[in-house]
T-cell receptor, first 114, second 113 residues
Framework: GEDVEQSLFLSVREGDSSVINCTYT??????LYWYKQEPGAGLQLLTYIFSNMDMKQDQRLTVLLNKKDKHLSLRIADTQTGDSAIYFC??????????????FGKGTKLSVIP | SAVISQKPSRDICQRGTSLTIQCQVD?????MFWYRQQPGQSLTLIATANQGSEATYESGFVIDKFPISRPNLTFSTLTVSNMSPEDSSIYLC??????????FGQGTRLTVV
């Protein structure tokens, strides 16, 4: 089956930039997503990118996509303590009409040091 | 965006019992999805629930263990039946937005003792 890989942990100092990386295997991926999960909470959709784009910026968040290498990254500028959470990368393949299944990575736990 | 409410938010249950989790969406959606997130793991899709038809289960999940109801376009339930400690997980309801976004409820944290 398709696979999504992420590093499990990342630690950064407050004010620095965080870069969370993700690789995936599905060459037919149409959309790639980043979700944030705070302790005890559900998943919050942060941003997503269409597979024919290579960059998307939304305030402090920058998503970079290298489709050739199947590599996705999420950069958080000026990281704050409130950004401490688990970040999930997910991809949606192109398996035909009505296919909405997302494949998730295991999540990267971001710890922000004050 | 869709607003999704799940109940209960958490529960501690005895093994052998069943728990029904409710998912309410603030708008009509065609498809609703149920995911499981085991401790320290990623999300795994349990089943897709369409209104008016039987749910479609992923490999490793069966209707007898995880019966799903979808009585209308804004509501679904997932039951975890005959629970064992291995069923301790977070269960999440998800819907597809009008575009390409997928939204999630806050999850139900289940502990089976």
């Amino acid at each position: 089956g398709e696979d999504v890989e992420q590093s499990l942990f990342l630690s950064v100092r407050e004010g620095d930039s965080s870069v969370i990386n993700c690789t995936y295997t599905d060459s037919s991926s149409t959309y790639l997503y980043w979700y944030k999960q705070e302790p005890g909470a559900g998943l919050q959709l942060l941003t997503y990118i269409f597979s024919n784009m290579d960059m998307k910026q939304d305030q402090r968040l920058t998503v970079l996509l290298n489709k050739k290498d199947k590599h996705l990254s999420l950069r958080i500028a000026d990281t704050q303590t409130g950004d401490s959470a688990i970040y999930f990368c997910a991809e949606k393949g192109d398996s035909g009409a009505g296919s909405y299944q997302l494949t998730f990575g295991k999540g990267t736990k971001l710890s922000v040091i004050p | 965006s869709a607003v999704i409410s799940q109940k209960p938010s958490r529960d501690i249950c005895q093994r052998g019992t069943s728990l029904t989790i409710q998912c309410q969406v603030d708008s009509q959606v065609t498809m609703m999805f149920w995911y499981r997130q085991q401790p320290g793991q990623s999300l795994t899709l349990i089943a897709t629930a369409n209104q008016g038809s039987e749910a479609t289960y992923e490999s490793g999940f069966v209707i007898d263990k995880f019966p799903i109801s979808r009585p209308n376009l804004t509501f679904s339930t997932l039951t975890v039946s005959n629970m064992s400690p291995e069923d301790s997980s977070i269960y999440l309801c998800s819907v597809q937005g009008s575009g390409t976004e997928a939204f999630f409820g806050q999850g139900t944290r289940l502990t089976v003792v």
